[in-house]
């Protein structure tokens, strides 16, 4: 059972559309992280989320992207204009503070067309 | 440009045999190494990490450490089907805290 969930599980989208992509912790933790996959390809970090605040990003993470923590529960990701190379697995993760290993919870797999 | 890297196999072992997977990394000043393992279609699970030199070994797992090659390695014995996955090595940064993955190695155990 992930300690964070994620939701939706799957969502289709057109390109050009906008996507919010949400994580819910089960306890509250501090510190967040948005990875994604694509197909066949590394897990690969996005962004990370410390305080209400990005502590770190990649240079994957440009305009399109932000991430919110809007009610001090919810943490979510959007993407403003989605395009095909968007299509991924989007993991949200917890914790990982000094040596501590991150948690991923369950994933959103995001389709574009 | 930070690498890890990963034979992607597959490593096909029969099951009941001990399975060997192997990790270098390019950051010298990396301090935390994590094991993943990962079914297709699911997000990675944590099964171990480790941050010294040597050996730590958990239940059927045991993650070995090289900090002066730079390599990490992950050994499964009594290997199952169920063990069937990719493995996934990460390392953590000196600096920050997220982690950087490798491609990863599928494992295939055949009864």
């Known amino acids: 059972e992930p300690e964070v969930t994620q939701t939706p599980s799957h969502q289709v989208t057109q390109m050009g559309q906008e996507v919010i992509l949400r994580c819910v912790p089960i306890?509250?933790?501090?510190?967040f992280y948005w990875y994604r996959q694509i197909l066949g390809q590394k897990v690969e970090f996005l962004v990370s989320?410390?305080?209400?605040?990005?502590?770190?990003k990649s240079e994957i993470f440009d305009d399109q992207f932000s991430v919110e923590r809007p009610d001090g529960s919810n943490f979510t990701l959007k993407i403003r204009s989605t395009k095909l190379e968007d299509s991924a697995m989007y993991f949200c993760?917890?914790?990982?503070?000094?040596?501590?290993?991150?948690?991923f919870g369950n994933g959103t797999r995001l389709t574009v067309t | 440009q930070k690498e890890v890297e990963q034979n992607s196999g597959p490593l096909s072992v029969p099951e009941g045999a001990i399975a060997s997977l192997n990790c270098t990394y390019s950051d010298r000043g990396s301090q935390s190494f994590f094991w993943y393992r990962q079914y297709s279609g699911k997000s990675p699970e944590l099964i171990m990490f480790?941050?010294?030199?040597g050996d730590k070994e958990d239940g059927r797992f045991t993650a070995q450490l090289n900090k002066a090659s730079q390599y990490v390695s992950l050994l499964i014995r009594d290997s199952q089907p169920s063990d069937s996955a990719t493995y996934l090595c990460?390392?953590?940064?000196?600096?920050?805290?997220?982690?950087?993955f490798g491609g990863g190695t599928r494992v295939l155990v055949k009864p």
């Open positions: 306890s509250n933790h501090l510190y």
């Open positions: 993760a917890r914790d990982g503070l000094g040596n501590s290993p991150l948690h």
């Open positions: 480790i941050y010294s030199n």
């Open positions: 990460a390392v953590k940064e000196a600096a920050g805290n997220k982690l950087t």
């Open positions: 989320f410390y305080n209400n605040e990005i502590s770190e």
